[in-house]
């Protein structure tokens, strides 16, 4: 059975309305993450607008409930105009255990099917030390990428940990989430990785995650 993991990152007045579309295709409990975007200050006054918090609304949904959410995210909450946040699913490729997949699914009954193994778009998530996700952000966007929602995060590195990256581990880190075109993907983990090793007082550790759908963002490619 496909299983996505659905992420949606908005403005928190609009947060209930994602909420309300999970609800109403009886997807199960949802996560709420509190964030900011990363949209500079000059693009910021030249739209007259102020920097404003993100909210992440993370669920579990089946490929056909997928499908689904992003017609009417696209046709009710209007997803792909800008402002209005993004929404991205990832695949899921192992359930711990019958009871959480019962739980995920509500009890329906699962088939075999495949996800797909060839994605357009990738999840890129880049975990450093507080106070450096502006300084990434810039690396990032000088390599492709359109934009990003940063999280505040806790660290629970270990001595171990530190010796095996050979950076320094801090409490408190942040969280950057970058979705990008598998095309760009390489440039900007690769200009990530060239700025993380000339800089180790950043801590910052990248990695993608495939995605098979996503609006809310402007590639210049037409919609499936």
């Known amino acids: 059975m496909e299983l996505n993991y659905l992420i949606a ?6 947060a209930k309305e994602f909420t309300d579309l999970y609800k109403k295709h009886s997807i199960p409990e949802t996560i709420y993450i509190n964030g900011r975007g990363t949209a500079t200050k000059e693009i910021l006054n030249i739209m007259g607008i102020e920097a404003s918090e993100r909210v992440i609304i993370a669920a579990a949904a089946d490929r056909l409930k997928t499908i689904k959410i992003f017609k009417e995210a696209k046709k009710l909450l209007y997803i792909n105009i800008p402002g209005n946040g993004i929404l991205v699913s990832v695949p899921i490729k192992s359930i ?7 739980y995920l699914t509500n009890n329906q ?3 075999k099917t495949k996800p797909r193994l060839s994605f357009k778009h990738e999840l890129i998530i880049v975990i450093m030390n507080h106070g450096f996700s502006e ?7 000088t390599a492709g990428a359109c934009g990003g929602t940063i999280l505040s995060a806790k660290g629970t590195g270990s001595k171990c940990t530190e010796k095996f990256f050979g950076i ?3 409490e408190d880190k942040e969280a950057l ?3 990008s075109s598998t095309e760009n993907r390489t440039s ?18 990248a990695f993608s995650l495939p995605v098979t759908q996503v609006a809310g963002i402007n590639f210049n490619e037409n919609d499936e």
Do not use: H, P, W, Y
């Not at 711990?96 to 019962?102: E, F, R, V």
């Not at 900007?188 to 550790?205: Q, Y």
């Open 109 to 111: 009954t699962t088939d």
């Open 135 to 141: 300084r990434i952000m810039e690396v990032a966007r």
């Open 9 to 14: 990152v908005t403005v928190r007045v609009k």
């Open 177 to 179: 989430l970058i979705v």
């Open 96 to 102: 711990g255990g019958a009871k959480t997949l019962n």
């Open 168 to 170: 320094t581990i801090a």
């Open 188 to 205: 900007i983990m690769n200009a990530l990785m060239k700025t993380s090793s000339e800089n180790t007082k950043f801590g910052a550790v």
